[in-house]
């Protein structure tokens, strides 16, 4: 459990990094965030909806696979 933490915390900080180096990177992460929020805007309230339960689903199937025996 401790190593996938300190996995997870790697990846993201070498991600940061990454973007701190990259500022064409950055720039275009920063439209397609943009872009992605301005889209959900103008389907509210359903995409809002959509997106509640697809983050449940998600973390549904985060729970069942690591509830598995192994």
Same mark, same amino acid.
């Given at each position: 459990?401790?190593?996938?933490?300190?996995?997870?915390?790697?990846?993201?900080?070498?991600?940061?990094?990454?973007?701190?180096?990259?500022?064409?990177?950055?720039?275009?992460? +920063?439209?397609?965030?943009?872009?992605?929020?301005?889209?959900?805007?103008?389907? +509210?309230? /359903?995409?809002?909806?959509?997106?509640?339960? =697809?983050?449940?689903? =998600? /973390?549904? /199937? %985060?729970? %069942?696979?690591? +509830?598995?025996?192994?």
């Amino acid at each position: 459990m401790i190593v996938d933490m300190l996995r997870v915390l790697g990846m993201g900080g070498m991600g940061g990094l990454f973007l701190m180096i990259s500022p064409k990177l950055r720039g275009d992460l +920063a439209e397609y965030l943009t872009s992605g929020i301005n889209g959900l805007s103008n389907y +509210a309230p /359903f995409s809002y909806i959509g997106l509640g339960v =697809l983050v449940v689903l =998600l /973390f549904l /199937f %985060s729970l %069942s696979r690591g +509830a598995q025996p192994q």
